[in-house]
């Protein structure tokens, strides 16, 4: 009998512990699937879901001292563009994304620093700031078994009045039509990652009222990210950009590569930071890019 009660005891020992390491197991599958940030989950490919609502706000500070319409230095222009996107999910399936672009842009020319753009000094001969376009924007998954390809679709409007005054470019006068298709990959593991994106802008209008109306831009670029830890990323790019004379007798092209880092400071906010040189072009600017994000998703 005091052996049949030793089995029953080290029977139900083994059961308890069985149902113990299973519970902690089950919970640490939890803790991994909580623990993916919004950096990995959210790619550019990846839409928000029903009533959720996707912000983002992206500066770029371009500058440049050479390009290839003239030998050697030249004095240094500097554009900055500020733009911010809204979405939220409609629809079932995190299928179908809809909201607007709006974009702020502030330039400067004439060998003034790269800083001078947050001067704001619209009324000097060298600089020029303002809303310069706004775009109504869808996003969707055109195919429902594969989630992590999406494209996006925007018609930006026009706001400038001239595009060059007094030599200072400010932004486009013409609308364009802006298709992305966004794809990205993560490997086993979850610590690396590709996305890729293709470009395309078509723009139209008076093609005296703009240097790129008339013509098609086509822009691919691939982003190769590692995670050390599901809240922090470092990642590496190249892009390439071509844009097609479709009747404005312009043609332009330009290579680029950088990096940046991705840091998810609270569940709902992330903060990026990218750095790109232009290695080569035609037609164009051989500058650098600064770039600052935050996005946030609720």
């Not at 900055?80 to 999910?89: D, K, P, Q, R, V």
């Not at 593991?189 to 590709?194: F, R």
């Amino acid at each position: 009998m005091k052996l049949i009660n030793i089995y029953v005891a080290l029977a139900l020992l083994l059961t308890a512990s069985t149902s113990f390491a299973q519970d902690m197991e089950d919970k640490m599958d939890k803790e991994d699937e909580e623990a993916i940030s919004n950096i990995q989950q959210y790619t550019p490919s990846k839409l928000i879901g029903k009533g959720q609502v996707d912000i983002k706000w992206f500066n770029n500070l371009y500058t440049e001292t050479e390009s290839t319409f003239v030998d050697g230095e030249q004095p240094r222009q500097t554009f900055f563009t500020s733009t911010l996107e809204a979405y939220t999910g409609i629809g079932e399936n995190n299928r179908w994304n809809v909201g607007a672009i709006f974009e702020f842009r502030s330039n400067v020319i004439g060998g003034r620093d790269a800083l001078d753009v947050f001067k704001f000094d619209g009324e000097d001969t060298t600089a020029r700031s303002g809303l310069t376009s706004i775009a109504p924007s869808i996003k969707f998954v055109p195919f429902k078994s594969v989630s992590n390809f999406s494209l996006q679709s925007s018609i930006f409007i026009p706001l400038v009045d001239n595009e060059t005054e007094n030599g200072v470019f400010l932004d486009q006068k013409g609308y364009t039509w802006q298709n992305r298709f966004f794809y990205d990959y993560t490997f086993p593991g979850n610590k690396w990652q590709v996305f890729t994106e293709l470009n395309s802008e078509l723009h139209f209008g008076d093609k005296e009222e703009s240097f790129a109306n008339n013509s098609l831009s086509l822009t691919p670029g691939v982003f190769l990210s590692y995670f050390p830890s599901s809240k922090f990323t470092v990642l590496g790019l190249i892009q390439h950009s071509q844009r097609i004379d479709l009747g404005n007798n312009f043609e332009q092209d330009f290579t680029a590569a950088g990096g940046g880092v991705k840091y998810q400071l609270t569940d709902a906010l992330n903060l990026e930071a990218l750095y790109t040189n232009f290695l080569r072009g035609n037609n164009t600017g051989l500058g650098q890019t600064f770039n600052l994000g935050l996005r946030v998703i609720l």
